[in-house]
């Protein structure tokens, strides 16, 4: 006798006596992005179980790098968590270019070093606006925008565009700060500053804010470990792992700077450490901008990186480079490897396969935002159906990198 799918099961109905009762929220965009849907089990409003399906997106991220070039990847990641493109990109570059031995210049490091703390702040500012909105504060979550903008003015200088970058290129990057990029981040943080001490008298210390954050949706170090959690998830609950300061890349070993941490792994310590990561992540970028050497942006290896365009018009040679990158991509040495880097909501990391040729054989990304996905159950069960919207807020999740 076959056993009857598993969707069945999910959409039978209650019976109508049992105190129990089922009851499907979403999907549907405010509060869950539209791409996630809890199969709820209530007793009156409190949660006795809560089954997450995420499949709703169906981005196919893995899949479809696998169709063009190693260049032609890298738009994709900007998708993954398009509140901190920067990162993706900058991830993908470094495991690709791990596996074809390259070692990218010191101005490269230090320029995305500076755009990945960019990137890291307009994530945490995107998400702590709309879990500030979500609970009613909806000034700060138009304060936070607000200064969003303000850097988004900055990325959009340095790489073209406001959110889908595509700006990293294996061996480099398309093109260097602008010259009045360190006054321009100066006024930048200036209005941050002033932005994020409102934002603090606002609600660090409200009580409506704290009654509805402090104690809810919280997890154990232990079940937090146990699940992989990783980021502000994990750096809730007291663990200080970072890969940042675990394993350093880029010159993150040349920088000084802490890793918040919180006490009883709820909505509010996550809330605190995403704060407190912004004012660490400015200052690595204003100890970077101190240190950045002059010098190239790109390896000068035109096996990987496009010639310059005068070379391209006006030798055989170059315009040869220029077709071969083009058309068949560049050659990454046949093998496997995994590279990571923190992104904005835990570890970010890109397991590649190549197979010698100009297109990826395989390419698997580590999505944080997957593991707090998978421990949302064991962070809802006991609480009210209120807390939900507070606790997958402070999750972050994003249907680009989450979904398959």
Not at 39 to 44: R, S
Not at 384 to 401: K, Q, V
Request: aromatic share 8%; with cysteine.
């Amino acid at each position: 006798m076959a056993l009857p799918a598993r969707w069945a099961k999910k959409i039978e109905a209650s019976d109508p006596a049992d105190e129990i009762m089922e009851l499907q929220m979403g999907p549907s965009h405010p509060a869950s992005h539209g791409t996630i849907k809890f199969n709820l089990k209530l007793d009156g409003e409190r949660i006795m179980d809560c089954d997450v399906e995420i499949g709703y997106l169906h981005r196919a991220f893995e899949k479809m790098t696998e169709q063009g070039t190693w260049t032609q990847a890298i738009p994709y990641t900007d998708r993954l968590n398009y509140a901190s493109p920067c990162i993706n990109n900058v991830a993908f570059a470094l495991a690709v270019e791990k596996l074809c031995g390259i070692e990218v210049p010191d101005r490269c490091k230090y320029v995305r070093t500076i755009m990945s703390e960019v990137s890291r702040i307009t994530d945490h500012l995107t998400c702590l606006g709309m879990a500030s909105g979500e609970v009613g504060a909806q000034t700060v979550m138009f304060y936070m925008l607000e200064a969003r903008e303000l850097l988004y003015d900055l990325v959009e200088a340095v790489t073209g565009a406001r959110l889908t970058v595509s700006w990293c290129r294996v061996g480099g990057i398309t093109r260097d700060l602008p010259d009045d990029f360190g006054e321009r981040i100066k006024v930048a943080f200036r209005n941050l500053d002033a932005v994020l001490e409102d934002c603090d008298k606002l609600l660090t210390r409200n009580r409506v804010f704290i009654d509805r954050m402090n104690g809810i949706g919280a997890i154990s170090r232990e079940d937090a470990i146990s699940y992989g959690l990783t980021g502000p998830l994990l750096r809730a609950t007291g663990v200080a792992y970072d890969v940042r300061k675990a394993d350093p890349y880029l010159v993150y070993d040349r920088m000084d700077f802490d890793v918040p941490t919180g006490e009883q792994g709820d909505n509010y310590d996550r809330f605190n450490v995403r704060f407190q990561e912004m004012y660490q992540s400015k200052r690595i970028i204003e100890q970077a901008m101190r240190q950045i050497p002059p010098g190239p942006v790109c390896i000068d290896d035109y096996r990987y990186i496009l010639p310059p365009k005068e070379r391209v018009y006006n030798s055989i040679e170059g315009l040869m480079n220029h077709f071969k990158i083009i058309m068949e991509g560049i050659k990454v040495p046949a093998g496997e490897t995994y590279h990571a880097v923190e992104g904005a909501n835990g570890e970010l990391g890109f397991y590649v396969v190549s197979d010698g040729s100009g297109r990826p054989y395989r390419v698997r990304v580590r999505p944080p935002c997957f593991f707090g996905m998978a421990a949302l159950n064991k962070m809802l069960i006991g609480r009210m159906i209120a807390d939900i919207i507070t606790t997958f807020g402070m999750i972050n999740m994003i249907g680009g990198e989450c979904d398959r």
